[in-house]
């Protein structure tokens, strides 16, 4: 398998933001049947070898394509466009009062072993996720050549998984001090 | 009156065709052998007609070596000689193991590259070492029960071991002359034992796997055929022996007995009458104890299920921390899930199944005996990867348990890849340089959640030396991960400016290295010289004829379609070189022949793997059209 082949290409998939969820894992499934080491059990050494290193590409590839976020960083570097040297600092004022409160809302529940408003921060982060998400679809929609805007909303994006990390460590600390 | 069995069409080969493979549940305190005959997986018993082998391990002399139940009957007469539960020190360093053990009997002694060796009268012993003895027992068991060779094995491991873990009983393997076609995670050994295979509705399946010494849950999808491991998390140490324990200190308290005094062959009694004690309550609701210490104290009373509840509720408790992890990491809620499977004999204890029940919501399914469903599990996969089931669609998609790291400065990790991905998995980091001129790097690999680094496990340290001197932050020194289907990880350093580069194999810190098990493995032949050179000819033809049926089998299939007529010339050549090389007693001629036909057949296993490939996606791309 051609290892510079990209990730759409490895799948039979069009190169688009939008992708069909289902297909995806149907032919992550068909293409581990086909690559996958323990196929190879009985082959030649270079074959078993050949094997893994293709099991391993079609995983990072499905890992990539299956999250929205990933999907979005994975376009965006394809095109040469380097998310981690942009400044954090363009972020909207808006957007970052909003990571303050959220913070602050976490630290008092966390304090207060408030299982249940932990809870109600994580889904309310997690709706937000969806939002960004789609306006990241409709930016890519609109032109996907527009980097900046979208390389911003992809930036959102990762504070509020990292947010979303954070509130589900802290829940599964307190819940396991029952 | 035996029926005659007949298979399905195309579920199983013609009986010359079968190769032996076998199934082993390396357990922390039994061990298990299963294989699959006429059909059906079956665990496999000793002349006794016992199934499970006491992963006890008893040292007499130099030459001699006792496994299993008569190891385990000696333990509380012979304590220092005796090893029970070594599990618990695969792949551990000196320091974990001393965490371990209040009440460990054995005189450790830190080897050179701070694994654990226990002082016996045969030596000081490894935990490698050990294991290897109680699988060659069972290697030899399957090997007489089967009538023949043995061609390969899958070992189950916990779902939560790290590398360092997996690596050492791989290595326990090869010592013991085991090919091993794959190490398995033991929930997913289950999850095949009880046929949630493609004949299942698909569905997230939790698998709770509390052993001896070891704790896993896992969380698995089902779609057609393809298991898929969601996320997994777990305890290696955690376990019935924790139970047991606490059973002691319960016993202790009652007979007024001081841990300080009391001595090793008594707490050995103790232990043993506490796993007693545990076992009556799975059955009665209460149980009359009369200990009779050879320390002369006696002592008699009355345990029942209620206050054994009490006793084992912080370890019942410390299980749930993991159940929620997993289903977080899984992304999916308890309603999502459709079956709870119970494995590991720790699961008998109705206390357990209990509280997980209530937890999950789900009555436990508990119909295969929770002993022996690993082996069972680890017999149908290893049936079908030494080829005996060729049509079978079934694949197994696992995770690596804990999170791949590297130190950085200032003592922190960097992740590299994260816990719960699925493997095998590869993937590349860049760092640079700290200092002007640095032209050495040190590389530490590291296994855990913590972004300290003291609170990972270290598992290899390695120097990229010959970088080019350059300003700090100019080279680019590109670290690649490879993690295997077992669960292995390969490490190698690449400076991209210059091209240094530098290739490890991790050997965890407290590992074997080759060296030491290749003489380990000499030193096993009683020292002849002649049977080592004849053992490497043997390993070879075992080698070479693997490489000669696999090529040929490849060529029958597709040498028409893919090579030209030179090209299948050209390899055919290579192959009948091999042939002729396989018929004479030239060990290192024959490992060159191999390497040829290796390197001839580079371009030819490309080829195969992109047609495979293109012929997965291709029924979707006629949808497509649709």
Request: hydrophobic residues 40%.
């Amino acid at each position: 398998m051609e290892n510079n082949k990209s990730y759409f290409e490895l799948f039979s998939l069009p190169v688009s933001f939008d992708i069909n969820l289902s297909e995806l894992n149907s032919r992550f499934r068909e293409l581990q049947k086909a690559a996958h080491p323990d196929k190879y059990a009985n082959a030649i050494e270079q074959e078993r070898l050949k094997s893994v290193q293709s099991a391993s590409l079609i995983n990072s590839a499905y890992n990539t394509l299956k999250d929205p976020i990933k999907r979005a960083e994975y376009m965006l570097e394809a095109t040469g466009f380097d998310l981690k040297n942009e400044k954090r600092n363009s972020q909207a004022p808006a957007f970052l009062m909003q990571q303050i409160e959220l913070h602050e809302q976490i630290e008092e529940a966390q304090s207060n072993a408030n299982i249940e408003l932990l809870d109600k921060t994580g889904s309310h982060i997690l709706d937000m996720l969806r939002k960004i998400t789609d306006s990241i679809s409709d930016l890519f929609a609109q032109d996907p050549s527009n980097f900046d805007e979208i390389g911003k909303k992809v930036q959102e994006a990762q504070f509020f998984v990292r947010l979303k990390e954070n509130v589900d460590s802290i829940i599964l600390d307190l819940e396991s001090n029952d | 009156m035996a029926l005659l069995q007949i298979s399905e069409p195309g579920q199983s080969t013609a009986p010359h065709e079968h190769k032996l493979a076998v199934g082993i549940d390396l357990g922390t305190t039994n061990s298990l052998v299963a294989s699959v005959r006429s059909g059906f997986a079956e665990t496999l018993p000793d002349s006794t007609g016992d199934h499970l082998l006491p992963s006890v391990v008893r040292f007499i002399s130099a030459n001699e070596t006792i496994v299993g139940r008569e190891a385990y009957d000696a333990a509380s007469i012979d304590p220092l000689n005796t090893i029970v539960s070594v599990k618990r020190f695969m792949g551990r360093g000196i320091e974990d193991v001393s965490r371990l053990g209040r009440h460990l009997p054995y005189h450790f002694e830190k080897s050179e590259s701070g694994m654990p060796l226990i002082k016996t009268v045969a030596g000081k012993k490894s935990p490698v070492e050990i294991s290897s003895q109680i699988l060659k027992v069972l290697r030899n068991r399957a090997e007489n029960t089967l009538g023949g060779d043995i061609v390969g094995a899958v070992i189950t491991v916990p779902a939560y071991f790290d590398d360092a873990q997996r690596q050492a009983t791989k290595d326990a393997a090869t010592l013991a002359g085991i090919n091993v076609f794959r190490l398995l995670n033991e929930p997913t050994a289950a999850a095949i034992a009880y046929g949630l295979d493609d004949t299942t509705e698909d569905g997230d399946i939790v698998v709770f796997d509390l052993g001896g010494g070891t704790f896993d849950v896992s969380i698995l999808r089902l779609t057609k055929g393809v298991f898929e491991v969601l996320a997994t998390a777990g305890d290696t140490a955690l376990g019935g022996d924790d139970m047991d324990l606490a059973i002691v200190d319960w016993l202790m308290e009652k007979a007024s007995l001081d841990a300080d005094t009391a001595d090793r062959a008594s707490m050995r009694q103790l232990t043993q009458q506490a796993r007693q004690v545990k076992e009556t309550l799975t059955e009665q609701t209460s149980v009359s104890i009369h200990l009779n210490l050879n320390s002369g104290v006696s002592w008699k009373g009355i345990l029942d299920r209620e206050t054994l509840n009490q006793i084992i509720l912080p370890l019942v408790k410390k299980t749930l921390r993991p159940c929620r992890q997993a289903l977080r990491d899984a992304g999916i809620s308890k309603e999502n899930i459709q079956q709870v499977v119970m494995v590991g004999g720790s699961t008998r204890v109705p206390f357990v199944r209990e509280k997980i029940g209530e937890f999950f919501n789900r009555e436990p399914l508990v119909d295969i005996d929770p002993d022996r469903v690993v082996a069972v599990g680890a017999a149908i996969q290893a049936d079908i990867l030494a080829g005996n089931k060729p049509d079978d669609e079934m694949l197994l998609l696992d995770v690596i348990p804990l999170s791949l790291g590297l130190e950085t400065m200032g003592g922190l990790v960097e992740k590299i890849i994260p816990r719960n991905t699925t493997i095998p998995i590869a993937r590349a980091q860049e760092f640079t340089t700290y200092k002007d001129g640095q032209t050495a790097m040190a590389i530490h690999v590291v296994q855990g959640e913590r972004e300290i680094i003291d609170d990972c496990r270290s598992l290899a340290r390695f120097e990229l030396r010959g970088i080019p001197p350059m300003v700090a932050g100019a080279a680019r020194i590109q670290v690649s991960f490879q993690v295997d289907a077992d669960g292995l990880l390969s490490v190698s350093a690449l400076e991209k400016i210059s091209g240094v580069s530098s290739r490890i194999e991790v050997k965890p810190s407290y590992g074997l290295t080759e060296n030491e098990i290749e003489k380990m493995l000499i030193s096993s032949f009683d020292h002849a010289t002649e049977d080592v050179q004849l053992r490497k000819l043997r390993e070879q033809q075992v080698e070479a004829d693997r490489e000669i049926l696999a090529l040929e089998s490849a060529l029958a299939d597709d040498a028409d379609e893919l090579l030209s007529e030179e090209e299948n010339f050209k390899i055919n050549e290579v192959l009948k070189k091999l042939k002729s090389l396989r018929e004479s007693d030239d060990a290192e001629a024959l490992r060159r022949g191999i390497d040829e036909v290796e390197a001839v057949c580079a371009f030819y296993v490309e080829r195969r793997m992109n047609g495979n490939i293109a012929n997965a996606l291709s029924g979707h791309k006629v949808e497509e059209f649709k």
